[in-house]
């Protein structure tokens, strides 16, 4: 029986369908992947995000030199400075310093207030940046669920939620 042409047309159809699905099959398997491998950075990176906020406040307090027995109220307070968006001047380190031990601020040297001030801002900034990070990372993920052929693969994935942390004054404008 000699080959016709029908048979060569249904040869190529099948070759095309084989392609495609090959194609198919290692596309999802990236996909897959890719999305694993997003959420798993994206959570690792939530997590370093609670570490780093922990070590910050015990660097805080540590550079404060406040004592043991305030730590938590101390720790409340910064919060409540940080989320509200104060700024870290002379007097909000001050304010710190009497919510923290209910009591007057010590008169210590003005240096150690400067100390303090600047720990606050570099904390502040190191977290604003892992934020940033988790965003880049989230963004990505939401990118490969919802364009095309992400959705075909990973499109009924869970989004990722990310919980931001800003002041009171940037929640408000």
């Excluded at 080959?3 to 099948?14: E, F, L, Q």
């Excluded at 304010?95 to 720990?119: H, I, W």
Aim: net charge positive; no cysteine.
């Amino acid at each position: 029986m000699k080959p016709t042409i029908k048979h060569a047309t249904i040869g190529s159809i099948a070759a095309i369908a084989i392609v495609f699905a090959l194609w198919y099959v290692l596309a999802g398997i990236g996909y897959r992947n890719r999305e694993a491998s997003l959420r798993a950075t994206f959570n690792n990176t939530m997590t370093a995000n609670r570490v780093d906020y922990d070590a910050a406040w015990k660097i805080i307090a540590q550079t404060a030199q406040v004592p043991g027995k305030y730590s938590e109220d101390f720790q409340r307070a910064y919060t409540a400075i940080v989320a509200a968006g104060g700024n870290t001047d002379q007097n909000a380190v001050k304010n710190l310093f009497a919510v923290a031990t209910g009591m007057r601020p010590p008169q210590l040297d003005s240096s150690l207030y400067r100390k303090v001030q600047d720990e606050v801002e570099a904390q502040r900034t190191k977290f604003a940046n892992a934020q940033k990070d988790a965003l880049a990372i989230k963004n990505e993920h939401d990118t490969l669920r919802t364009t095309w052929p992400g959705t075909w693969f990973v499109g009924s994935t869970r989004p990722l939620v990310m919980q931001t942390v800003s002041s009171t004054r940037t929640d408000r404008a």
